[in-house]
């Protein structure tokens, strides 16, 4: 049995593909390359290529026994979806749901999704739990929570079971070194600030000092990839094992301040990294701090880089070592 997994050469779906390969799994990674690196493979069988694409679907589907799907492929920049919603409600939404016809079409019925802390909006509760109102501040936290009520309609339907693992903020790389965080073009707070400390970029932009916050800067939830990519091991673990469909949150549970990781990283870099006040950016909420206690005790998530400093060190080795990332792009 093999497992399809989709923009497994982006950053976060990378991390789990090379969980994955490690535990001795059949991965096909179907990516289209859009913001992807051949070079993040590690070992898995890449099949170049569109989610929205059903023919080639059909073969995968056909040619492989696939047991579940990781569904990563998709835009995250919240920016971005504010200027240009088409691009993310038809990559998001209308590509995955020609994924799903053929996951279905083909009998396999077990999803393990991406999803974002991005589909609360504005919270009225800190640290947030999974059942907390949802009213999305951007198109792409929208498109995502989209995606979340058309599974649990398709698993009334047609009996998907799936989990959707909302990410607060991924960061970090993974601890060999070999896979790490590029994106081009970077909108990401951690390798900008980093590329500052590197010389490749000359200051960071905080967008906005105006927050409701305690410094008046944005409070995130900072959360290690290779934590997030062990717990879509513990989801298709439980969804092997006959798990209903699931949701869960997935944060350290403490918030950090644009000004904080700012110093944090110049602690971990010793480097002093140039920082001015900007306008504030569209579709930003001031702060997204998780509740993760759900995902610790239903599927035992226990996270080893839970620590700010640790996430930034591990990110720092993959940029200092990386410079150009995986040199593609
Ligand atoms: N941010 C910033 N300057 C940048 C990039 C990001 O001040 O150049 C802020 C952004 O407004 C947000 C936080 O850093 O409050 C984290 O943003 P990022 O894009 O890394 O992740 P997001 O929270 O959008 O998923």
Redesign the pocket.
């Known amino acids: 049995m093999a497992i399809l997994v989709t923009g497994g050469l982006g950053y976060v779906g990378s991390h789990a593909v090379k969980l994955l390969v490690d535990r001795g799994e059949q991965v096909i990674n179907l990516d289209d390359l859009s913001y992807g690196h051949v070079g993040a493979a590690s070992g898995s069988e890449v099949v170049i290529g569109d989610i929205g694409d059903a023919g080639l679907l059909k073969s995968i589907f056909s040619k492989y026994t696939i047991d579940a799907v990781m569904h990563f492929a998709a835009f995250a ?2 920016g971005e979806s504010v200027e240009n919603p088409q691009k993310y409600y038809i990559n998001n939404i209308s590509k995955s749901i020609v994924l799903l016809q053929e996951m279905l079409a083909a009998g396999v019925k077990k999803m393990i999704f991406s999803s974002t ?2 589909v609360f909006g504005e919270p009225q509760v800190v640290p947030i739990p999974e059942d907390h109102p949802k009213d999305p501040t951007n198109p792409y936290g929208r498109s995502k929570l989209m995606l979340e009520e058309i599974l649990s309609e398709y698993d009334h339907a047609y009996g998907l079971k799936w989990t959707a693992l909302r990410y607060f ?1 991924a960061s970090g790389a993974d601890p060999s070194g070999t896979i790490g965080e590029d994106h081009t073009p970077e ?4 390798p ?1 600030v980093l590329d500052v400390a590197l010389g490749k970029r000359e200051k ?5 000092t105006d927050w409701p916050t305690p410094d008046g ?2 409070v ?1 939830d900072y959360v290690h990839v290779t934590d997030l990519a062990n717990a879509h091991i513990l989801a298709l673990e439980a969804l092997r094992s006959g798990a209903s469909s699931n949701v869960y949150n997935m944060g350290n549970g403490s918030g950090y301040s ?1 000004k904080e ?1 700012i110093t944090v990283a110049e602690e971990v870099t010793g480097k002093k990294i140039a920082a001015v006040p ?1 306008e504030r ?1 569209a579709g ?1 909420p001031a702060r ?1 701090v998780a509740s993760s206690e759900k995902i610790k005790k239903e599927l035992g998530w226990k996270p080893q880089f839970a620590d700010l400093p640790t996430i930034i060190s591990t990110a720092w080795e993959w940029h200092k070592n990386h410079p150009n990332g995986f040199g593609d792009k």
């Open positions: 920049a919240v802390a991005a903020n909108h990401h707070l951690i900008i960071v932009s905080i967008f906005g800067t944005c995130r644009v990781v900007a950016r930003d997204l």
